[in-house]
């Protein structure tokens, strides 16, 4: 999930940089992050993101079929960080989530 890809994410923009860093996100969330942030962090000693480094990705493999095998409560994880983020965006981002969402496409 989104973890693991913050700490090798993290591992490549310190150790490897300039090396070419693909994403296989499985989980809803961790497709959610991948494509809204180019921040890779870790918490540490307490502290929220405190230790990260800016590193795009060059390539994103994302496959729907990953949120099949999740359980209920990873799916409702990843629900409900899209819903946040259709409510602190508003306009568009609320509209697709809501229109999404009624069409039963979520």
Not at 7 to 14: E, N, R, S, W
Not at 82 to 93: E, I, R, S, T, Y
Request: proline letters at 2%; a positive charge.
């Amino acid at each position: 999930g989104g973890a693991l890809m913050n700490v090798t994410g993290l591992f490549a923009g310190i150790v490897y940089r300039g090396f070419r860093l693909v994403y296989v996100p499985t989980t809803l969330l961790a497709m959610h992050d991948v494509t809204t942030s180019l921040k890779t962090s870790i918490c540490h000693w307490g502290r929220k993101n405190n230790i990260g480094v800016y590193y795009a990705a060059t390539l994103i493999l994302m496959d729907l079929a990953f949120c099949l095998t999740l359980p209920q409560d990873e799916l409702l994880s990843g629900l409900g960080e899209l819903c946040k983020n259709a409510a602190l965006f508003g306009g568009d981002h609320a509209k697709g989530f809501v229109g999404a969402f009624s069409k039963n496409l979520l």
